[in-house]
């Protein structure tokens, strides 16, 4: 995660010292198990469905940590008024931990340029697509139009909002408690045990 070569943002020196104390520390240790790992599940509002011309409109994360969801672990944001700021906090909430999405080619590419564009930096996190993984941990039970609202009628849970990112987020915590514990049930016990499943489903159906 480093800055680009073009001119970065003009940011002042106790937002460039967060940035730097952000950049420096320790990447997730993905060989824990899941339960000692933390996992943040984030949600996009966004003013259109074009990365090069439209933009986010509000964020939300929901921590999930030790399989449990806690109401202090959240984060919400409408990238505003100082922008930098925001997404500074936002990066403080992150750490380290893995991103949870769900069909992630429809969310990167949005955060990638919100964070080139305020903080000047590439951002290159570790991400989980519920989208691959829900399939490929529920394959005779799951249902089989591989949809958000599908995954969600499928466990019970209520429909999401495209209005209310926080509600989204919650329920992709939640879509992601499942995948950890079917995970576990297969011996898939770590993050990095579950990034090299989400590979191998990739590879096999020849996604990139």
């Given at each position: 995660?480093?800055?680009?070569?073009?001119?970065?943002?003009?940011?002042?020196?106790?937002?460039?010292?967060?940035?730097?104390?952000?950049?420096?520390q320790a990447p997730a240790v993905l060989e824990l198990s899941h339960y000692q790992s933390r996992?943040?599940?984030?949600?996009?509002?966004?003013?259109?469905?074009?990365?090069?011309?439209?933009?986010?409109?509000?964020?939300?994360?929901?921590?999930?940590?030790?399989?449990?969801?806690?109401?202090?672990?959240?984060?919400?944001?409408?990238?505003?008024?100082?922008?930098?700021?925001?997404?500074?906090?936002?990066?403080?909430?992150?750490?380290?931990?893995?991103?949870?999405?769900?069909?992630?080619?429809?969310?990167?590419?949005?955060?990638?340029?919100?964070?080139?564009?305020?903080?000047?930096?590439?951002?290159?996190?570790?991400?989980?697509?519920?989208?691959?993984?829900?399939?490929?941990?529920?394959?005779?039970?799951?249902?089989?139009?591989?949809?958000?609202?599908?995954?969600?009628?499928?466990?019970?849970?209520?429909?999401?909002?495209?209005?209310?990112?926080?509600?989204?987020?919650?329920?992709?915590?939640?879509?992601?408690?499942?995948?950890?514990?079917?995970?576990?049930?297969?011996?898939?016990?770590?993050?990095?045990?579950?990034?090299?499943?989400?590979?191998?489903?990739?590879?096999?159906?020849?996604?990139?």
């Amino acid at each position: 995660m480093r800055f680009f070569g073009k001119a970065a943002p003009v940011l002042s020196d106790a937002q460039r010292r967060r940035l730097a104390a952000w950049q420096e520390q320790a990447p997730a240790v993905l060989e824990l198990s899941h339960y000692q790992s933390r996992y943040v599940a984030l949600q996009l509002g966004l003013e259109g469905l074009d990365p090069e011309r439209h933009a986010i409109s509000a964020l939300a994360a929901v921590g999930l940590f030790q399989g449990a969801i806690r109401p202090t672990d959240a984060f919400w944001m409408t990238p505003d008024g100082d922008a930098a700021e925001a997404w500074l906090a936002w990066l403080e909430f992150v750490g380290q931990a893995p991103l949870v999405g769900f069909h992630l080619a429809s969310v990167r590419p949005f955060l990638e340029r919100a964070l080139a564009a305020r903080l000047g930096i590439e951002f290159r996190p570790v991400w989980l697509d519920l989208a691959v993984l829900l399939p490929e941990l529920y394959r005779e039970a799951g249902p089989t139009e591989a949809t958000f609202a599908a995954w969600l009628e499928f466990f019970g849970l209520p429909p999401a909002s495209a209005r209310e990112p926080m509600q989204a987020a919650l329920l992709l915590a939640r879509l992601c408690q499942r995948v950890v514990q079917a995970a576990r049930a297969r011996g898939i016990d770590t993050p990095a045990a579950l990034l090299e499943q989400l590979r191998a489903r990739r590879w096999l159906h020849g996604e990139a």
